[in-house]
């Protein structure tokens, strides 16, 4: 019988064959939203925007909503890849629509106007939601 205290790392592969692949694909996220927004999401947050934190991070928040349900549901690692995937393009859409709702979105973000940034952040987690939802059988 083992101590209630013993730690077991029986679980450990399987959570790396998961989580690895998450990580490659949260940096993936960040860098393809990065190149494909007008500002420099990176530079302006650096430089204490805190409308670029609130847009970005939001941004990333939908996109790791479905990711988490894709690791629960996924019957294969392909299937979480493919699944993840598909949330991150999700998500870039969702930028690319939003900005068709706030004329010149990039520039008031990077005059750190917090009312157009909650509005892409809250409009990210909604769809990020949304499409977790979906991602279930």
């Not at 988490?68 to 392909?78: D, K």
């Not at 969702?94 to 157009?116: G, M, N, W």
């Amino acid at each position: 019988m083992s101590h209630p205290w013993t730690l077991s790392l029986a679980g450990l592969v399987p959570f790396l064959i998961y989580f690895i692949p998450a990580l490659v694909l949260v940096v993936c996220f960040g860098a393809v939203y990065s190149r494909i927004t007008p500002h420099n999401e990176f530079g302006l947050i650096k430089a204490g925007n805190s409308s670029a934190a609130i847009a970005f991070g939001g941004s990333l928040i939908g996109f790791v909503l479905p990711l988490c349900t894709a690791i629960v549901h996924a019957v294969s690692l392909l299937d979480f890849i493919i699944w993840g995937v598909i949330a991150l393009i999700v998500q870039l859409l969702t930028f690319t629509v939003v900005r068709l709702f706030i004329p010149e979105l990039s520039r008031r973000i990077s005059d750190d106007q917090v009312a157009a940034a909650l509005f892409v952040a809250l409009s990210s987690v909604a769809i990020g939601l949304v499409n977790a939802a979906c991602m279930t059988p």
